[in-house]
């Protein structure tokens, strides 16, 4: 167990740049298409998050023919892109990761690859890593149905080897999808490498193709900016710039400009970025569908519970499978300040009737980065704030205590 961080702030004004990391959604995808590509893709701006290092390393491994074991730790998106490009790269190796990621379901995607032809086996447990990958594969079929509703990262697996597979792929997307924009994001990025689609109805289809020479130019991470709306929206003033994020962004987490609005913070885009203002708002949003945001679901209920504002909350049916289960974490958490979260027909409801700031509260993070990030700014609210783990947002925001001590809180 590592050590635990206390925040303390006195300053509830806000006035500073922050540079963000690179997505670490589009790196992840970026690496896999470069590895397909045999070094015609370049990437620029690639994430310093652990889970990108982590993939980035393993891709490596694989490609120098060193890699009797790819152990992806607690990175949940390595996890599911590399059982797909091991098993068509036919590299034989047991794909593993954390206890918590051998409890994260894994079948439907196993599923569509063994229908497709990869031989894959469970190693422990049926439909949970580790997974055997096998030395070779064959192409059995060029299309496969995948439910939507569950992950759309199953779905950005299997369009990230569809061009590498020697028939192409048609994926048929049975029900709802969940989180389109990163399916989407995904496309964008095959599309930007010469990668060419149909997606007609639910069924997306690409052909046998090779890539083109390209340079995928990583955007700053959406994710990672949610939380620096949030310091805004719970701080007295504020003013905070985040260079090189872009209006028209392939991540679906940009989601969080329309949201916040209703929280009282205004963006405004420029040449280079973007600048967020604490504004005057009555709070008039009650209902929110973060079904295709579900990551920035842990910062705006937080927010919104802060704020006591009773709102509603849908499309969270993804936060159970995640580094932990996000709703019951939540919930406990929440209870520290006397909000409750109440379930109901798959929608959340904050009770804010009990809320109260104490002079100190303990988070605990469950080992999920969200966590730390999102409980963080309640020190605008709270004398001390301790958060378990200080080393947890490695996975995805390796300097955000740097950052949140550069706005003026004091971290020991």
Not at 59 to 70: M, P, S, T, V
Not at 148 to 173: H, M, R, V
């Amino acid at each position: 167990m590592g050590k635990n961080i206390l925040i303390s702030n006195s300053n509830k004004n806000i006035n500073q740049t922050i540079e963000l990391t690179g997505s670490k959604s589009e790196s992840n995808r970026a690496l896999i298409i470069q590895a397909l590509s045999n070094g015609k893709v370049q990437i620029e701006n690639l994430s310093s998050a652990a889970d990108t290092v982590t993939l980035d390393n393993i891709l490596k491994n694989a490609a120098a023919g060193n890699i009797a074991e790819a152990n992806v730790g607690p990175a949940g998106t390595a996890m599911r892109f590399l059982a797909s490009y091991l098993t068509v790269k036919g590299i034989n190796t047991v794909l593993t990761g954390t206890e918590r990621m051998k409890q994260r379901p894994i079948g439907i995607l196993v599923d569509a690859l063994r229908h497709i032809g990869g031989e894959i086996a469970y190693i422990e447990n049926e439909c949970f890593p580790p997974l055997q990958i096998p030395s070779q594969f064959i192409q059995k079929s060029e299309a496969v149905k995948i439910k939507g509703d569950i992950s759309s990262q199953y779905i950005t697996s299997l369009l990230l080897i569809a061009s590498f597979l020697p028939k192409g792929l048609t994926l048929e997307i049975e029900g709802e999808l969940t989180s389109r924009p990163y399916v989407e994001m995904t496309l964008g990025f095959l599309e930007q490498c010469g990668i060419k689609y149909t997606w007609n109805d639910n069924k997306i289809a690409i052909p046998h193709q090779e890539f083109n020479e390209s340079k995928l130019i990583v955007e700053p991470d959406w994710s990672a900016a949610s939380y620096w709306y949030a310091f805004a929206a719970l701080a007295d003033s504020a003013t905070i710039t985040l260079p090189y994020l872009r209006q028209n962004s392939l991540q679906g987490d940009s989601a969080i400009v329309e949201i916040m609005s209703h929280f009282g913070v205004k963006t405004t885009f420029n040449e280079t970025g973007l600048i967020l203002e604490k504004v005057s708002t009555p709070l008039d949003s009650k209902f929110f569908d973060l079904k295709n945001c579900p990551d920035l679901a842990q910062t705006v209920i937080v927010v919104s519970a802060a704020l006591g504002h009773e709102a509603t909350f849908t499309g969270l049916e993804t936060l159970k499978i995640k580094e932990t289960d996000r709703i019951k974490a939540l919930q406990e958490q929440l209870a520290k300040i006397g909000v409750k979260l109440i379930e109901k027909d798959l929608n959340y409801t904050l009770d804010c009737s009990g809320l109260h700031f104490p002079e100190k509260i303990f988070i605990n993070t469950y080992e999920d980065h969200r966590m730390a990030m999102a409980f963080a700014p309640l020190a605008l609210f709270v004398k001390e704030v301790e958060i378990e783990e200080e080393r947890v947002v490695d996975k995805s925001y390796p300097h955000y205590w740097e950052d949140v001590r550069k706005i003026g809180f004091t971290l020991s």
